[in-house]
């Protein structure tokens, strides 16, 4: 099966500009979770959607918005550019399977903010 | 928050030394942990899992060991490769696909 895939895998902006990300989960996965990279942060979860409906949300502000689709596509939105929004940001798919969810990630999409 | 941690940040070792990371966890409702290997430029990759049922488990050359009575993870990789250097992180599953990572570590093998 194919992976994880992000599109764009590179993108600058300038502080105030929006910009979605695209993510494709492995095929039968229905559970898709963002997460931002940063030095300074590591990694940390910003939601996760299944079947179209967000089940859960980090602490991020309303700036960071996303959706799926019904083939369970994802996108995450950020509006209002900040510096500080420059990182890797990180898709995630899963299989539910009870209470095992290993989540598969893809290559990520590097977001500098200029 | 409750939030999964790492004891060193980064470990230097000879090729065909073993390898072993530590990991501390403090929501002792977790069941699921995970380990991802991330190389430069790349997402995580999974390596290997073990539930809360377990104590251990063992994988091609890499064996988790799970502590729940002091909350402790860790990953052992046998006679470590150079393709081996990477960042190690440990997650814990905090339920409908949410992991929270340990802030990594950096492994370095030496030939």
């Known amino acids: 099966k194919a992976g994880v895939t992000q599109t764009p895998r590179y993108l600058i902006k300038t502080r105030g500009q929006q910009v979605t990300l695209s993510c494709s989960p492995i095929?039968?996965?229905?559970?898709v979770s963002w997460y931002q990279q940063t030095p300074g942060q590591g990694l940390q979860f910003l939601f996760e959607y299944f079947s179209e409906t967000q089940r859960n949300k980090g602490n991020f502000p309303g700036r960071f918005s996303g959706r799926q689709f019904s083939n369970s596509r994802s996108e995450m939105n950020v509006s209002t550019l900040e510096l500080g929004d420059s990182a890797l940001y990180l898709c995630?798919?899963?299989?539910?399977?009870?209470?095992?969810?290993?989540?598969?990630f893809g290559p990520g999409t590097r977001l500098l903010v200029l | 928050g409750e939030s999964v941690g790492l004891h060193l940040p980064t470990l230097s070792v000879q090729e065909g030394d073993n390898s072993i990371i530590n990991c501390a966890y403090s929501n002792s409702a977790s069941d699921y942990f995970i380990w991802y290997k991330q190389e430069s430029g790349k997402g995580p990759q999974f390596i290997i899992d073990?539930?809360?049922?377990?104590d251990k488990r063992q994988g091609q050359r890499v064996t988790v060991l799970l502590n729940k009575t002091v909350k402790h993870l860790s990953l052992q990789i046998a006679a470590t490769q150079p393709g081996d250097s990477a960042v190690y992180f440990c997650?814990?599953?905090?339920?409908?696909?949410?992991?929270?990572f340990g802030k990594g570590t950096m492994l370095l093998v030496s030939p």
């Open positions: 997650a814990e599953n905090s339920g409908y696909s949410t992991l929270t």
């Open positions: 073990i539930r809360s049922n377990m």
């Open positions: 095929s039968g996965h229905r559970s």
């Open positions: 995630a798919s899963s299989l539910v399977q009870g209470t095992k969810e290993t989540q598969y």
